[in-house]
């Protein structure tokens, strides 16, 4: 028998049942069936813990509500699993306690995968298994489709993705994931309001995607008849209010990039970008260490650990320059190159000859090298300096060396989690820069920065000193939980499409 049919014939019998249940007991599980829910399972087991084998508290009535995980019938005596979304415990229904209508009702018509209010007593078993002994209790919704994998797991990756709601069921861990998530991103919020930070809100939805070099979702506004782009940064914006005098500022919110799936990435993330002015990127060097050992100890420990590599979030972060991690894991001296040509010949010496367009300059050169070789080897949280003023159109020069900016990128386990700057606020210098990431995106470069004139005004109003920084939340969810991919830490992930 095929295994959709066995599952298509359990629901068929179930919307039977359901029918059912409406016609001869004149019941509607679905119609103004409400429960005074007073503690959750995990509060239940908190207080009755004490309780020693055989021992009962009948003084103790409670009142509680979840979803009937398995079902034990043996006479007139039924045991039954309880769940909700903190913990799960033994139910036991006797016919004396509840009474014979009502345990009849429970033998016909209460299934798995229901949702039951029930009151009672707690006790614990012979064998130690803390119990409630059910004196009430009350059908409240009745569940059409079976519990996954006979409620042992669910462990189709695709299927779990798909549909997350069994995944969450199924798998309490994943329910601790996303709670943690929720910690994580909590923790980030108190952080910053810490330090006077106030959260705001910019579009999602406009004329130019920019604050980043990527490929944005474009889609068409039918009233203002233009097309509109998903934001792919929320930097633009957020330096607008800074100079609007707004102060310190942040934003967590979804980002749109309109490129590859893998276990790194996802075309929606969110993303956490934080202005402050008087400041520069030293300053978000600093931030970023509190905030992420901040979140880790708002989930339980410094210690963390990542497929399979331990990483101690008590010690300080590295610092490295872009030229040193190439000169160290490359084996190229990037101090001693000074042609465009040259540097080209190193990469096809290094075997990176398909990466070229041959037009590259040896600032892009050097980044190449990085990703190729350095990035990688970054495990230990570590600070990347020194990136070319080329591969930064928003931040700041070195005045020592102005081909290098002040900027840098955040590395753990070998990913890019955090990128920040002493931010530009020269607008001539920033005027010949987008100019220059035009002459890339005419000349096919689909992820060059647009010309934003109105934010060029913006600055020419004044930006004043300030230093801006964006982390990837949902990689710092996975580092610090030890999620393998991106789509375990995202509650619906994007998947394609099934026929």
């Not at 009948?58 to 398995?70: E, F, H, L, N, Y």
């Not at 920019?210 to 009233?223: D, L, V």
């Not at 509109?228 to 929320?234: D, E, L, P, S």
């Not at 920033?430 to 913006?458: L, P, W, Y």
Request: charged residues 30%; contains cysteine.
């Amino acid at each position: 028998m095929p295994e959709d049919f066995s599952e298509n014939e359990v629901v068929r019998q179930r919307k039977e049942k359901l029918l059912r249940l409406r016609s001869e007991e004149n019941y509607d599980p679905y119609i103004n069936e409400t429960w005074d829910r007073e503690v959750t399972l995990e509060e239940i087991r908190g207080r009755f813990d004490y309780l020693e084998p055989e021992q009962e508290a009948k003084d103790s009535v409670i009142k509680t509500a979840g979803r009937v995980m398995t079902v034990r019938r043996q006479g007139k005596a039924t045991f039954a699993d309880l769940a909700d979304e903190t913990s799960r415990i033994q139910l036991y229904f006797q016919l004396n306690s509840v009474g014979e209508k009502e345990y009849d009702f429970l033998k016909k018509w209460v299934d798995t995968g229901d949702w039951i209010g029930i009151a009672g007593y707690p006790c614990r078993t012979r064998r130690g298994e803390l119990t409630i002994l059910v004196t009430e209790y009350k059908l409240l919704s009745k569940a059409i489709r079976p519990l996954p994998e006979k409620w042992h797991g669910l462990t189709d990756t695709e299927l779990r993705y798909r549909q997350r709601y069994l995944d969450l069921i199924a798998n309490p861990e994943v329910r601790e994931v996303f709670r943690k998530r929720s910690k994580i991103i909590s923790s980030f919020r108190e952080t910053l309001e810490a330090h006077g930070t106030l959260e705001v809100e910019t579009p999602i939805l406009s004329v130019l995607a920019g604050g980043a070099n990527a490929r944005p979702f474009k889609t068409f506004h039918n009233a203002l008849s233009v097309e509109m782009y998903m934001r792919i940064a929320v930097e633009l914006y957020l330096k607008r209010l800074v100079v609007g005098m707004m102060g310190r500022v942040y934003e967590i919110g979804r980002n749109f990039r309109n490129e590859g799936i893998d276990t790194m990435h996802n075309p929606e993330f969110t993303m956490m970008e934080v202005y402050w002015p008087y400041c520069n990127y030293v300053d978000m060097m600093n931030l970023a260490e509190e905030l992420i050992r901040n979140a880790a100890k708002a989930i339980g420990t410094l210690e963390i650990e990542w497929n399979g590599i331990k990483l101690d979030l008590s010690k300080p972060f590295k610092k490295i320059t872009m030229r040193e991690a190439v000169k160290e894991y490359a084996g190229v001296d990037f101090d001693a190159v000074k042609t465009d040509e040259e540097a080209r010949e190193i990469a096809k010496s290094k075997g990176l000859g398909g990466e070229l367009k041959g037009n590259e300059s040896r600032f892009a050169v050097l980044n190449l090298l990085f990703e190729s070789f350095g990035e990688e080897k970054l495990i230990e949280p570590t600070f990347l300096l020194g990136h070319p003023t080329e591969i930064s159109p928003l931040s700041k020069r070195d005045p020592d060396d102005p081909d290098y900016t002040h900027r840098f990128e955040l590395f753990m386990f070998g990913k890019e989690v955090a990128n920040a700057f002493s931010e530009l606020n020269d607008p001539l210098d920033q005027r010949e820069r987008f100019e220059e990431q035009a002459r890339k995106k005419a000349a096919g470069d689909d992820e060059a920065h647009v010309f934003d004139e109105d934010f060029i005004n913006a600055i020419e109003t004044g930006l004043p000193p300030t230093g801006g920084m964006g982390i990837g939340m949902d990689r710092i969810v996975m580092f610090l939980t030890g999620a393998r991919s991106i789509r375990d830490v995202i509650l619906f992930p994007t998947m394609r499409p099934t026929k």
